[in-house]
Nanobody, 123 residues
Framework: QVQLVESGGGSVQAGGSLRLSCAAS????????LGWFRQAPGKEREGVAH???????RYADSVKGRFTISADNAKNTLYLQMLDLKPEDTAIYYC?????????????????WGQGTQVTVSS
């Protein structure tokens, strides 16, 4: 059974940085598309970034140039390095995975989700 556990959230001031981690188990890590989503209070969940089994990445326009997604297959861990954080980045961040596309990412569709980690950015 696929399990995804996020960590690394916290509270920072605007301009600060955080690195989120997602420990994965229960499947072949490198055969999946992996992603990060976030949901702010009163807003719908939105895709932040994803990475496929070939290392290709995609980012939401709002985080391009500030966030970097990466995966360490040896550690079965997904990361999200967040720089120059802004108050509008405040949200619960979720790790996600999908296998049905053979390691490719498609249309921000994901099957498995972590429990989320809170990121709060103060001005």
């Amino acid at each position: 059974q696929v399990q995804l556990v996020e960590s690394g959230g916290g509270s920072v001031q605007a301009g600060g940085s955080l690195r989120l981690s997602c420990a994965a188990s229960g499947y072949t890590f490198s055969a999946y598309c992996l992603g990060w989503f976030r949901q702010a209070p009163g807003k719908e969940r939105e895709g932040v970034a994803h990475i496929d089994s070939h290392g290709r990445t995609r980012y939401a326009d709002s985080v391009k140039g500030r966030f970097t997604i990466s995966a360490d297959n040896a550690k079965n861990t997904l990361y999200l390095q967040m720089l120059d954080l802004k108050p509008e980045d405040t949200a619960i961040y979720y790790c996600a995975a999908v296998t049905q596309f053979g390691g490719y990412c498609f249309n921000w569709i994901f099957d498995y989700w972590g429990q989320g980690t809170q990121v709060t950015v103060s001005s």
